[in-house]
């Protein structure tokens, strides 16, 4: 069905939104030569308050919208399928190699930790599917995760309020009793809390180490492909192709802010 | 198809979420003895990034909800659905009597504006359809509608972030350029914000006139059902009959925040 792909097809990554920009972003940052495929399905975000059947099957058409143009591997930036669907896109993608963004996170923060104990930041939904502890404490049943949903941050860094008294005061807010359990790790749990990290090491001080799940996906990205003989011999960073499953108000500045570039075309795909 | 409905049939009331339950509480206030019927449409919200074509079949299938259980009026307690499908209700509903949220707010702001300055503020989607300032002018021409998306608000409120400090500053931000421009009067267009009704009001200061569109639709039930002789005749408020089509993490402790009173028991619905 598929040519095989090779060093030269691009990486596929997909999101239930924009927010799976910050690991596209990692990724160019890590590997300036790939070819980026990104599908963010902005009809149907947000995948974390939907029922496990829904977001599995949401799950199935992100890849196949991913696999009609060839990619040579795809990665997960969605915490939500990645907690919740990742053996559908592996099924779904075989025999290609898949990447998700949780299982990233939480190995990088399970090598870090020197005291184990993890914080864990992210969504409601994130936080109530226990995944990233699970994750976790499968590596290292040892290790103690504790766990905050921070509603405010999505819409705070979609409001570009990365530097803000308002932004300051719901940091504390959230963060100050994880630190007060004695963390020295805190995972950024969601792929839109990049945006506040300046705000976020501020709150947590020096001595937490901060892991970003979408840099820690691609240094894994980097290591996948070197090993297979699969990195890209392009020097000249490629224009990303964007999809989106709708042209959400606002998309352009989301963009410039996740991105610290101006928008190329977008092309509108149907789910 | 339908039984005749009397005055002792419930009013049926929906949304696209949890939102609606400020206008169920309206509702009851103005109208302790009627019995309500609600339905949240929590697997599907939020409505307003969706295209029209899509928010147009899911209010079919939101007055379908309610039209199984005989009520003898609907109200769109949804500003997404008031501005973009509310002929669909009326045909769907047709001949009962269909109250959108958006026209009574916009009709009690122009009958209360002495300045003809109003300031309307809501999600970014009910902004951007311009749906407010649409009925404003339809009624007067002359008035100058002034609007602003707050998009904070409705995460503020989930949050119970009612009386902080981070509310305050981002209300300021949000709402006094609004007051720069000499509005007399400030509609609520999202049914969250009367939550955060009084950082709204300190922040605009007692010159500025608030519309709580929930209350005023509450106003507009009770003149209609009056003069169609349609009062219940009860004097005992009965519960609520909920529905909704998934039940949401802190659902419980968002109904305890909108209604200030324990949640009955829920139906769950499929759409």
Known sequence: MHRNPGPESPIGIFDSGVGGLTVVKAVRHALPGERILYFGDTARVPYGPKSQVTIRRYAEDDTQALLRHQPKMI???CNTVSALALDVVEHAA???PVLGVLEAGATLAVEVTKNRRIGVIGTQATVCSNAYAYAINRLDPQIEVFSRACPLFVPLAEEGM????ATRL???QYLLPLVGEGIDTLVLGCTHYPILRRVIEETVGPAVRIIDSAEAVATRTETMLMKAGMLASR???PVPH???SDLPQKFGSLYRLFMDSEMPDVELVEV
Do not use: K
Not at 162 to 165: C, G, Y
């Open 75 to 77: 990665i997960v930036a």
């Open 162 to 165: 990365v530097n803000d008294e």
């Open 235 to 237: 020097t000249e960073p």
């Open 94 to 96: 075989d025999p290609l």
């Open 242 to 244: 964007l999809m989106v």
């Open 170 to 172: 719901i940091a504390r």
